[in-house]
């Protein structure tokens, strides 16, 4: 039999060439995206507005499939997080973090990551493989009927979407898998899937200079930027991407950034690693960078309390300590907020996401990834460096 096309590959262009290509006008290609994204039926047969000879087309050659539900907890605080199947034995996660005025959806882009940052654990686990635009935006698609399900809400319309915001902040840099990243983005925005404002869509990344300058020009969303670092040596240590694009051509991209993002400010993100990152000096050197009369950026800045896992060898930030730092940069002007750890009894917090099932079949394809980001990036893209203690 031939493969199935899987309709959520497509973005709202792509769906409406689609569906000429099955003599379709551009409406129908409408509707289905409704079915799919607004109501999340995947059966044709279901999609009841369709022409039967249309629904009977797709069901030869098409389907709807999101990646399968491996695992599925809820935390005491509410978190739930998803382990999902992305095929040859990876498997990722999707973070649903419900508040009293928002429900918060975090996604993953690619199984593992390049990176390695030196406090996160999926960057431990290496590069696995890039996720498809499928299993990005099928995260999405999964929780929002999940959750609805939950609550008893029938394939419900519009008004009652659990998922206001999404943050690409998972597994994996976004800004490595860009035309899938982009892809998913544009389905989040429409007004026929998901229709999120471009603020409510966050993209975070370790600092892809190249690929921040393309995201603003193809699909500019709120930009959070991983920084964890007051200063090239140490950003080094901690998030070696900055060998290839220190602080100041980073900085440099995050103005640049600015002249399309949907808000006028770039959230830093600060991992608080006691005794590595967080005294009263790296602060200080913050605020003259963020204050630079050249690269300078309006900003605001996120401390996420570092979250253990085993054998990262490094400590949380006593919370005097973070709550000292995060004054300092308010006393600046800075505006300055300390991510609360959720989910942590589940280990859905940030950098603890490192997926349970690890792919030990493709280790060739890995390698092959990895020299070409390499060349890319330069030969210290993804290795391990040792903070001095
Ligand atoms: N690759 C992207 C997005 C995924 S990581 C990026 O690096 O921005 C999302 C956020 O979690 C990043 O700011 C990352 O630095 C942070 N993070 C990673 N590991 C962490 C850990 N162990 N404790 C706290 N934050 C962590
Ligand atoms: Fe990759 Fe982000 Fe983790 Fe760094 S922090 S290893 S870029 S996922």
């Not at 991510?339 to 950098?351: L, M, W």
Request: glycine share 8%.
């Amino acid at each position: 039999m031939a493969t199935l096309t899987n309709l959520l590959d497509f973005d709202p262009a792509q769906l409406v060439a689609y569906c000429a290509e099955l003599g379709e006008k551009p409406f129908r290609a409408k509707q289905l995206q409704r079915w799919i994204h607004q109501f999340g039926v995947a059966n044709f047969d279901d999609m009841t507005d369709l022409a039967k000879s249309l629904r009977e087309k797709l069901k030869t050659r098409a389907e709807v499939r999101a990646p399968a539900i491996i695992s599925d907890h809820t935390s005491s605080d509410g978190t739930r997080k998803w382990l999902v199947d992305v095929g040859n034995g990876n498997a990722v996660e999707t973070v649903f973090i419900p508040e009293e005025t928002r429900g918060t959806l975090c996604i993953s882009t690619q199984a593992g990551c390049a990176v390695n940052c030196r406090f996160c654990s999926t960057g431990k686990q290496g590069f696995n493989r890039n996720l498809s635009v499928a299993e990005i935006i099928g995260q999405l698609w999964m929780a929002e009927f999940e959750l609805r399900k939950t609550k008893g809400i029938e394939g419900g319309p519009k008004g009652e979407r659990q998922i206001t915001n999404v943050v690409m902040m998972g597994m994996g840099e976004p800004l490595l898998n860009f035309e899938p990243t982009v892809t998913a983005l544009k389905l989040m925005l429409d007004d026929n899937a998901y229709g999120l404002s471009r603020r409510r869509v966050t993209v975070s990344t370790s600092g892809v200079v190249p690929n921040m300058d393309k995201l603003s020009q193809e699909c500019p969303v709120a930009l959070a930027v991983s920084l964890h670092g007051s200063n090239d040596p140490l950003r080094d240590m901690l998030v070696p991407l900055n060998k290839k694009y220190p602080l100041r051509e980073l900085m440099a991209a995050c103005k640049r950034y600015l002249e399309f993002a949907p808000r006028d400010f770039i959230t830093f993100e600060y991992c608080m690693l006691d005794g590595v990152n967080d005294t009263d000096e790296h602060a200080r050197q913050l605020i003259a960078l963020v204050n630079d009369p050249v690269v300078g950026v309006s900003c605001k800045f996120n401390l996420i309390p570092f979250n253990p896992f085993p054998e990262s060898g490094l400590v949380r930030s006593k919370n005097p300590r973070i709550k000292a730092f995060a004054q300092i940069l308010m006393d600046a002007g800075i505006v300055t907020t300390v991510r609360k750890t959720r989910g942590d009894d589940i280990d859905a917090a940030c950098g603890q996401l490192a997926g349970e099932v690890k792919d030990r079949t493709r280790v060739n394809e890995r390698m092959s990834k990895m020299a070409e980001y390499q060349q890319k990036f330069g030969p210290n893209f993804g290795k391990i460096v040792e903070i001095p203690s």
